[in-house]
């Protein structure tokens, strides 16, 4: 199975390059099927890491950013790839 986390954050106003940077930056400790990060109006980034594993597998994520980098919380979510989509 194919299990996609996203990550998304929205970045302190004029930090975006900034909170881009450190998701760049961010290493997990393991490697994913594939990785991207995306970035939209508003300071926000996007992270989608793609994995073979288990819907509910403890999987590694991007922590949330620290300090004053970001807005509000991180968003995450978890989908399962399905065939024939």
Not at 37 to 63: F, G, K
Not at 72 to 84: N, Q, S, T
Request: aromatic content about 8%; proline content about 8%; hydrophobic content about 45%.
């Amino acid at each position: 199975m194919t299990v996609a986390l996203m990550w998304e954050a929205r970045a302190v106003p004029g930090r975006g390059d900034d909170l881009l940077a450190w998701t760049r930056a961010q290493v997990l400790p393991a490697t994913p099927l594939r990785r991207e990060t995306l970035r939209a109006p508003q300071d926000r980034v996007l992270v989608i890491t793609w994995w073979d594993a288990e819907y509910d597998a403890d999987l590694p994520e991007l922590p949330e950013p620290e300090g004053e980098l970001v807005t509000r919380a991180v968003h995450r979510w978890r989908f399962e790839a399905v065939d024939g989509g």
